[in-house]
């Protein structure tokens, strides 16, 4: 195996939008790009996402996460951090933190007229996702999103 040098190279790392969000859930997301960079730096104990949010998108759904911590370094532009305490403006050099299990549901909304970017770090896991302000959850182990009484998305 080559090893990764300790630079990354962020042309060189596809960058795509994908969502697995149901509509209309999917809608917010729409302008968030990313790069997965874990897998590009060989790190595979945790992992980290360079994000940039187009005017207008969100970074998700309102979230909380049972079995993973996640935190964000703001790098350029700003976005609202909406969470349970209410809203924070994130400017560059600004970090939050999400402890797993805390059920504070948080999500980054860039509403300026300019691109923010953002490093988003946490350890993919198969725990579940709780979204509190809408008809999704995520349950244990994966698997595709349902509707909080457990049915299945049409």
Request: aromatic share 10%.
């Amino acid at each position: 195996m080559e090893a990764a040098l300790p630079k990354l190279d962020l042309d060189t790392i596809p960058q795509t939008n994908a969502t697995g969000y149901p509509a209309p859930f999917s809608d917010a997301v729409q302008g968030r790009w990313y790069r997965r960079l874990a897998p590009a730096s060989g790190i595979g104990d945790f992992g980290f996402s360079h994000v940039t949010l187009a005017p207008g998108a969100w970074s998700s759904q309102r979230h909380w996460h049972e079995g993973e911590d996640e935190f964000v370094v703001m790098l350029a532009g700003e976005a609202v951090l909406v969470d349970d305490a209410g809203e924070t403006m994130m400017r560059p050099g600004d970090v939050a933190a999400f402890p797993k299990n805390d059920g504070n549901g948080h999500v980054l909304q860039n509403r300026s007229d300019a691109e923010c970017v953002f490093i988003a770090v946490g350890r993919p896991s198969a725990s579940a996702c709780h979204y509190p302000d809408i008809d999704m959850h995520l349950p244990m182990g994966g698997g595709p999103f349902r509707r909080k009484d457990g049915s299945a998305f049409p």
